[in-house]
């Protein structure tokens, strides 16, 4: 298998956008930049998907970098969307337009996209699994796996199930990892115990790890003055043995100057700094409302009837939540104006729960409804307007 030779991967879910309210606008010639800061220091993994970016990622993959480097010298890796097919013929179709998107021949890494147990049986009801296991004989796909946000013994029965998938994708940061919800550990132990190597997405738990409560932070920055917050949730998946990639979706240059220095020559954590960030992921989960990863799969994969912003505004809630000053929300400002753009507000939901049985996180996304809606609705000025 080609695992590069660097630990770090670029995930293209995350990229600039020159609107934030509009996921398709994405900042290309900034993109750009930063593809030509990556590629320079000598990282090559590039990861994409069918529906990120409101389905606009693989074909500004396809762009900023397929069309502007030899093809050997990166690695493209894409997934299918098994939620989202209604049939056999649909995956076909997707597959061979993700080649045209990316302007690819071949895919060197592909993978079944969120393989839990709703998506395994959609899988297999369509015949995906043969069919890829077919563009691989083919050579249209290099390395087959799938990634994976369920827990550890489904895990355990796909790789039984299905031994020749060559590669796992998990959600893997020192905040989950004894999370019981999420099971990064016991899920990263089922992948040592069959033998296939890891790709760690969430390294930073969509941004969550990046900005830590000041008396956890000035702890980590007393072991390691000159370390961010984001490199130490970096670091401490990348130390992992079984781990290949740890995928970082950056979205400005200060990220990709931060990701892409300290993990050119990278160094595993000691012991005592493994220590150090499982002690503070403790403290953490005392902290954070609302455990969302931005993954967008709530909006993506599934709709919700009312348009509702679920990842948009659970951020916006728990930044809230944090906020320190007693006199100014932006927060609340962002809220109104997405509510004021015609999208859903949160008093909107009408507990259909179409979102939370795509969510990975497992959130109870309708009973948070009524919270946001008293934390950013009510008493907010902002909205009568
Ligand atoms: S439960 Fe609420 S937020 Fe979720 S899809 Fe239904 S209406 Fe939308
Ligand atoms: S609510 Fe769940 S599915 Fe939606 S963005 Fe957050 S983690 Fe992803």
Same mark, same amino acid.
């Given at each position: 298998?080609? +695992? ?33 800061? +990556?590629?320079?220091?000598? +990282? ?106 369920? &827990? ?83 670091? +401490? ?21 931060? &990701? ?82 015609? &999208? ?42």
């Amino acid at each position: 298998m080609n +695992f590069p030779e660097k630990k770090l991967g670029f995930g293209f879910m995350r990229m600039p956008l020159l609107n934030s309210d509009d996921q398709a606008a994405i900042d290309v010639p900034q993109l750009e930049k930063m593809v030509d800061k +990556f590629f320079e220091r000598g +990282f090559t993994y590039c990861d994409t998907a069918w529906m990120y970016h409101d389905f606009m990622s693989e074909p500004t993959v396809g762009k900023a970098v397929v069309s502007r480097y030899p093809r050997d010298s990166f690695t493209i890796a894409t997934k299918m969307p098994v939620a989202m097919l209604h049939s056999h013929e649909e995956g076909v179709e997707i597959f061979e337009k993700q080649k045209e998107k990316l302007g690819v021949d071949y895919f060197d890494f592909y993978l079944v996209h969120d393989m839990g147990r709703a998506n395994y049986e959609n899988a297999k009801k369509y015949d995906m699994i043969p069919f890829l296991r077919e563009k691989k004989e083919a050579g249209e796909i290099r390395c087959l796996g799938f990634s994976c946000h369920d &827990n550890a013994e489904f895990l355990d029965q796909v790789l039984t199930e299905n031994p020749f998938f060559e590669f796992v994708q998990l959600q893997i940061n020192y905040l989950d990892w004894e999370n019981e919800g999420i099971q990064s550990r016991k899920c990263y132990e089922v992948c040592v115990k069959h033998n296939k190597p890891v790709i760690v997405m969430e390294p930073v738990k969509g941004g969550t790890l990046a900005k830590l409560p000041d008396a956890i932070e000035k702890r980590l920055r007393e072991a390691r003055p000159d370390w961010s917050m984001a490199q130490w949730a970096i670091r +401490f998946a990348a130390s992992l043995e079984n781990v290949k990639v740890v995928l970082s979706g950056m979205s400005n240059e200060e990220q990709l100057e931060d &990701n892409t220095t300290f993990m050119k020559d990278f160094v595993p954590l000691t012991d005592e700094e493994t220590k150090l960030v499982l002690d503070a992921a403790e403290e953490i989960r005392q902290t954070i409302a609302i455990p969302c990863t931005g993954c967008r799969y709530c909006v993506e994969e599934s709709s919700c009837p009312k348009g509702i912003l679920i990842p948009n505004y659970f951020a916006l809630y728990n930044t809230e939540k944090l906020r320190t000053r007693e006199d100014w929300s932006p927060e609340k400002e962002y809220y109104a104006n997405f509510v004021k753009n015609g &999208n859903g507000k949160a008093s909107d939901c009408i507990a259909c729960k179409k979102c939370e049985r795509v969510c990975p996180q497992h959130i109870k996304i309708s009973e948070w409804m009524p919270k946001l809606k008293v934390e950013m609705e009510d008493n907010n000025y902002l909205m009568a307007e």
